[in-house]
């Protein structure tokens, strides 16, 4: 079974630039989430979709993150302007349920982005 | 007062070794506990879940007290393959049915 693929894996750009990071998910899993994980911390959800819908964006910084999931499948996560301090892996995961208490996320590589 | 805290070490310990981690949490509507496993800069990957009534899995063992909200990972005999980042993770609800809230990690380095 594939698993979660993210590009690009790395990233590197100036600051008040733009960026896009790209997700597909497991096959069939309606559940998909972005994670921001800065350097000596855990992963912190930004957004999370079930199906093409979010259900839980409370952490994301909408002035200058967006992110879509559109048909339900694929999602990009996107950052305008950039700062420094939003240098940090960005995980995308996916899982089957949402619900539950023995269901599990699967993450992808990451995308490791730099801003200079 | 953060969701989940974990003491992040790092713990460096001699192979043959006993580990114990612990972590605690502050939401106590929680219903669901993982540790997970991360390697220098890979992904994190389920480890084990945990039960209330306590479970084990070959040299890992992991432990609950809901009323203390209170976690730990115990690893038994530890391996150089052992070396990672082990993230406690606990859900909280959302409008989805749940979202999962990771620590910050404690880091373990197992030497021969």
């Known amino acids: 079974e594939a698993g979660v693929a993210q590009s690009p894996r790395y990233k590197i750009i100036e600051k008040r630039q733009s960026v896009a990071f790209w997700c597909n998910p497991i096959?069939?899993?309606?559940?998909l989430y972005w994670y921001q994980q800065i350097l000596g911390q855990g992963p912190k959800l930004l957004i999370q979709f079930q199906n093409n819908g979010v259900v839980d964006d409370s952490q994301l910084p909408k002035d200058r993150f967006s992110a879509e999931r559109l048909k339900g499948v694929d999602s990009t996560l996107k950052i305008q302007p950039a700062k420094l301090e939003d240098s940090a892996v960005y995980l995308c995961?996916?899982?089957?349920?949402?619900?539950?208490?023995?269901?599990?996320?699967?993450f992808g590589p990451g995308t490791r982005l730099t801003v200079t | 007062r953060k969701e989940v805290e974990q003491d992040p070490g790092p713990f460096n310990v001699p192979e043959g070794a006993t580990v114990a981690f612990n972590c605690t949490y502050s939401?106590?509507?929680?219903?669901?506990f993982f540790w997970y496993r991360q390697d220098c800069r890979k992904e994190p990957k389920l480890l084990m879940s945990?039960?209330?009534s306590g479970n084990e899995d070959g040299r890992f063992t992991a432990q609950l007290n809901r009323a203390s909200q209170y976690i730990s990972l115990l690893i038994r005999d530890s391996k150089l393959s052992d070396s990672a980042t082990y993230l406690c993770v606990v859900n909280r609800l959302n409008q989805a049915g749940t979202a999962l809230i990771f620590g910050k990690g404690t880091t373990l380095s197992v030497s021969s």
């Open positions: 995961a996916s899982s089957l349920f949402p619900q539950g208490t023995r269901y599990e996320q699967y």
């Open positions: 096959s069939g899993h309606a559940t």
């Open positions: 945990v039960y209330s």
């Open positions: 939401n106590s509507a929680s219903q669901s």
